[in-house]
């Protein structure tokens, strides 16, 4: 799966979980809980959504590495390509 | 960006024309010999020709129905008539035949003649010679009706205009013709569907059309001072109304205040009244109103004649009736 | 005859519109069933009914707006006969075998104009102004206009949305209360409506209950490795929350120091069932407070599954009227970035409130030595009327007890 269409599915699911702001927005180096306003219920749904659409299974000891755009992101393609 | 004169605007604007398209021609009185009634035309003869600067008798209606007949036959004829108290002669050509063709014919016959007309006060020629009768053509369905309020327009109207299957009437202000306003220099044809918001505010929609939208500009530049922040929204196109523009305006500041010369009864701004009642009717904080040209013959003394049209402290007085701050 | 009411789904809550019916005369209603759909300040409701029986007549049309304790139904109960029905507050029918008289009467008495002399004085209002005072369910005779010939516009508005009661904002997370400011675009109407019901309802609770106030931090070590190594054995979808932890202990807790799980009209009255209310902040602004009933009786994923379920659909202001009107007992928590703890409103007619603020390391003395651990101030406001002092300390305690031993949960 390329980055493209990872970072469009980010954006979608977060875009699901907080309507109201716009997630194309994000720097890379922004934390992308407190940029969108995300608490922890919602941050949960996120991982599950994520995890469910992307077919990859996140441990909560990996939570940290999900914190910003890019970590997101290298963590997943890291992820998918095994 | 250059400075140029409404009336050199409106003449590169023929003078484009006529390069562009060989089926266009201008036909009107002393629009050849004599340069212009208005020095509108000066010098285009000699560059073109008498088959393409073709001077006409005095006849209204016999030059108006043979535009349409050269329109009928597939030239592109500009018809200027003087000054539109005079196309009181030519209306019956205007709205039996160039409006109706198309409609009588089965939609087999388009008449794509552009009439272009001078209009307005301001040279103390009195009552029968100042006219603004932009709500009678703005009234009757098969034609276009447009009013040059800028130097862009009167730069780039006409060239759309030309491009039109049907009849299209440009009202140009004679007021106006040596008012000195800047144009970017490739400036061209502009759009002829659409109003546009000349200055964006947020306070009350001040919309207006022809010589009413510099005046609204310079109110607006007055009002900005006392912290009144005031959009103008220039119709541009009479018939058919850009609602679109104004009602989103509307939607916006809650207040409209529609200015015109025309006399206030049965006018363009008795139409875009009607539509915001109608179609923005929540969103408005405040009645509709409107400043117009007071209900009288034009009178001949120029304090007369200014006094009996909207100026721009009239309209700066009138705003700040309506927003009291 | 059961007359089923129109319910009071918070404590603030005057009126409601009923917007559908989902049963019709003739149905019948089991125990838990959904009888229509009610719009309040807090968006629409499902009203539920919890008997058995035959709904034989809507006392009350599709759109109309009545107050609460409103007969809005007769139910039959089963078993029961069919009885001649007596609609209790409607004026009565003229009876078949009724002089001639009286038909004419009461035929004429409706028709006749009001007794008033003078014209009712009609409100002049502009349209925006109107459509404004709507979305914030104001009354229009109170406010002075200053437009043309007297009318009220938007200005007038706006100066007496600017007069309201100023929020008491302690209880949910700042941050989404700030949100109001940077959006765009113009509030969406319930939660103009919603903000309104949350401040009437804190300012009663500060005007009417003596808060009193006690905090003690607790430390978490144990209960997040515990929810580590359950989280291992979990899918991602049951995945454990903190809050769900505090929702069971706090559950727990309650049933050791039973006075806390109470009402106070007039008196303490203790409640049987254990329902927990928590503070679901939307995401637009303001606060919804739903329930998880009989929390004591769940498994902690079971009341995981709950919130799952519950605080979507707060947020999608989707949620039934038996989960907002019957809490015992309310936990607010503030969660990462917030504030270290937070001191909760009582939402009466309840009597306390528990605060969990965030999870964070801090460094404790533990046995003679400094470490560091991650900890949680946890407060309580409770009622004075109800409780005191020692019978606070006495559940903090016992929420300590059982946070210190999650298994037990």
């Known amino acids: 799966m390329n980055e493209a269409t990872i970072k469009t599915t980010i954006f979608q699911l977060l875009k699901r979980i907080a309507p109201e702001n716009d997630p194309s927005t994000l720097m890379p180096d922004e934390n992308i809980r407190e940029a969108l306003n995300i608490d922890s219920f919602d941050a949960l749904q996120f991982i599950v959504a994520i995890s469910e659409k992307l077919n990859v299974d996140i441990p909560e000891e990996d939570y940290g590495k999900t914190a910003t755009l890019k970590s997101l992101m290298a963590y997943l393609q890291q992820k998918i390509k095994h | ?325 | 005859m059961i007359s089923f009411k129109m319910p009071s789904l918070g404590a603030d809550m005057e009126d409601g519109t009923l917007v559908e019916w989902r049963k019709q005369p003739g149905d019948l209603l089991q125990r838990g069933d959904i009888l229509a759909d009610v719009d309040t300040q807090k968006g629409l409701i499902e009203i539920e009914f919890f008997g058995e029986g035959v709904l034989e007549k809507q006392l009350v049309e599709e759109g109309q707006k009545v107050p609460v304790g409103t007969v809005l139904a007769l139910i039959r109960p089963v078993g029961a006969e069919a009885e001649q029905v007596v609609p209790p507050a409607a004026a009565p029918e003229p009876k078949k075998e009724a002089i001639p008289m009286e038909p004419i009467l009461q035929e004429e008495k409706p028709a006749s104009p009001p007794v008033a002399t003078e014209k009712t004085k009609r409100i002049k209002i502009s349209p925006l102004a109107r459509k404004m005072a709507e979305m914030h369910q104001m009354d229009i005779s109170q406010i002075k206009g200053t437009g043309p010939e007297g009318a009220i516009v938007k200005a007038d508005i706006e100066k007496r949305l600017a007069e309201i009661v100023p929020e008491k904002e302690v209880v949910e997370k700042p941050r989404e209360v700030l949100q109001q400011a940077p959006v765009q675009q113009a509030a969406i109407p319930e939660s103009e409506a919603i903000r309104k019901a949350v401040a009437a309802a804190m300012s009663r609770s500060n005007q009417d209950i003596p808060h009193y106030y006690l905090e003690k931090r607790m430390d978490m070590s144990k209960a997040l490795a515990w929810l580590k190594e359950a989280n291992k054995e979990r899918s991602v979808q049951q995945r454990l929350l903190p809050v769900a932890l505090f929702i069971k202990a706090v559950a727990k807790a309650l049933d050791d120091v039973p006075d806390l799980n109470a009402v106070w009209e007039n008196g303490l009255q203790r409640k049987n069932e254990i329902n927990i209310g928590f503070v679901v902040s939307l995401r637009t602004g303001g606060i919804m407070v739903p329930a998880i009933l009989n929390a004591d009786t769940l498994s902690m994923d079971a009341v995981m599954a709950c919130l799952n379920d519950i605080i979507p659909r707060a947020r999608a202001f989707k949620l039934r009227s038996s989960e907002l009107s019957q809490s015992t007992f309310t936990i607010t928590s503030i969660g990462e970035g917030g504030g270290d703890k937070v001191f909760g409103v009582i939402y009466p007619p309840q009597v306390g409130i528990v605060g969990f603020g965030e999870i964070r390391d801090e460094a404790v003395v533990h046995e003679g030595m400094i470490g560091i651990k991650p900890v949680v101030d946890v407060t309580l406001a409770a009622d004075h009327r109800a409780t005191d002092g020692l019978i606070g300390g006495k559940f903090l305690a016992a929420l300590n007890k059982y946070l210190q031993n999650p298994a037990s949960l």
């Open chain 2, 1 to 325: 960006m250059i400075t140029i004169t409404y009336r050199e605007a409106l003449k590169s604007a023929i003078r484009e024309s006529l390069q562009k398209d060989e089926r266009v021609f201008l036909m009107g009185e002393d629009v050849g010999h004599y340069g212009g009634a208005f020095a509108v035309s000066k010098g285009l003869l000699k560059e073109f020709g008498p088959e393409r600067i073709m001077d006409v008798p005095l006849s209204e209606s016999g030059f108006t129905g043979a535009g349409i007949g050269a329109a009928l036959a597939g030239m592109r004829p500009i018809v200027e008539i003087m000054t539109v108290n005079f196309s009181l002669l030519a209306m019956d050509q205007i709205f039996n035949n160039a409006a109706t063709l198309l409609h009588m014919s089965g939609g087999q016959l388009n008449v794509p003649v552009v009439i272009r007309m001078g209009c307005g006060i301001g040279r103390q020629l009195a009552a029968q010679h100042s006219h603004s009768w932009e709500p009678f053509y703005a009234h009757v369905p098969g034609i276009h009706v447009l009013s040059v309020g800028t130097h862009e327009d009167a730069r780039g109207m006409l060239l759309s205009a030309l491009q039109s299957p049907d009849p299209v009437i440009i009202f140009e202000y004679t007021s106006m013709l040596n008012l000195e306003g800047e144009i970017p220099e490739d400036a061209g044809a502009v759009d002829i569907r659409k109003a546009k918001v000349r200055r964006e505010g947020k306070d009350l929609s001040l919309i207006t059309y022809g010589t009413g939208v510099y005046k609204a500009m310079e109110a607006a530049e007055i009002l900005a001072r006392d912290g009144m922040d005031i959009e103008v929204v220039d119709l541009r196109v009479l018939r058919p109304l850009d609602e679109e523009t104004f009602l989103a305006s509307v939607a916006k500041t809650h207040r409209a205040l529609i200015v015109e010369d025309a006399w206030k009864s049965v006018s363009i701004s008795s139409e875009v009244s009607s539509r915001i009642m109608e179609k923005a009717f929540f969103e408005l904080d405040l009645p509709v109103e409107r400043l117009c040209g007071v209900e009288v013959s034009i009178p001949y003394p120029k304090h007369l004649e200014d006094a009996s049209v909207p100026q721009v402290q009239d309209i700066v007085d009138r705003v700040r009736k309506i927003l009291k701050p």
